[in-house]
């Protein structure tokens, strides 16, 4: 089956650039997206289509895709940007498959 | 703005069948193009996509093979709502059941809607 692995922490000063990988065979030739999930709530997409914002989510948040590894950034890194953050492609195998996770903290 | 407002018991008994429903606003269960889906989360097994149900002149559904023989998604076109129905179920079944809209393509995996979450627990 299709797997997809991230970092388990990524750790961030205030004001400074996080960047979370997600790594997958080929993860290139597919669509991935992300998505933060804070304490209790429920995921929020925050990048689609591999590098597209839904409305409403901040500019900081961008991402890429390409070889085997899909890239979140979050430039100017927030406290309210604490968050667990998790990747997501479409494989015709597995077909919905999430990334293992990864915990941002703004230091 | 589309919502998804989930209910069912949080508590299930082993062997006994686990029943959640997801009530839509904002959009049509029977719209085109999008798909609705169940999502479970577990610190054992993170985020695992279950199923989902969408109409293309007809009623479809596809299912997860880890949980194809015990799960079934249906629509209620008469609610605006769909449920899950997952039977025989074990403690490894307690996780928190999300409900979300998703899209049919390849090009589009994303699920841009959620449910507010329901945390069942499978315990005798």
């Known amino acids: 089956s299709y797997e997809l692995t991230q970092p388990p922490s990524v750790s961030v000063s205030p004001g400074q650039t996080a960047s979370i990988t997600c790594s997958g065979d080929k993860l290139g030739d597919k669509y991935a997206c992300w998505y933060q999930q804070k304490p209790g709530q429920s995921p929020v997409l925050v990048i689609y289509?591999?590098?597209k914002r839904p409305s409403g989510i901040p500019e900081r948040f961008s991402g890429s895709n390409s070889g085997n590894t899909a890239t979140l950034t979050i430039s100017g890194t927030q406290a309210m940007d604490e968050a667990d953050y998790f990747c997501?492609?479409?494989?015709?195998?597995?077909?919905?498959?999430f990334g293992t996770g990864t915990k941002v903290t703004v230091l | 703005q589309v919502q998804l407002l989930q209910s069912g018991p949080g508590l299930v008994k082993p062997s006994q069948t686990l029943s959640l429903t997801c009530a839509i606003s904002?959009?049509?269960?029977?719209?085109?193009?999008?798909?609705w889906n169940w999502i479970r989360q577990s610190p054992s097994r993170g985020l695992e996509w279950l199923g989902r149900?969408?109409?293309?002149?007809?009623?479809?559904?596809d299912y997860a093979v880890s949980v194809k023989s015990r799960i079934t998604i249906n629509p209620d076109t008469s609610k605006n709502q769909f449920s899950l129905q997952l039977n025989s179920v074990t403690p490894e079944d307690t996780a928190v059941y999300f409900c979300t809209r998703g899209f049919e393509i390849a090009a589009r995996p994303e699920f841009d809607y959620w449910g507010q979450g329901t945390l069942v627990t499978v315990s005798s």
């Open positions: 904002g959009y049509s269960v029977s719209g085109n193009s999008v798909t």
């Open positions: 289509q591999n590098n």
């Open positions: 149900t969408y109409y293309r002149s007809k009623w479809y559904n």
């Open positions: 997501q492609a479409w494989d015709r195998n597995t077909v919905y498959v």
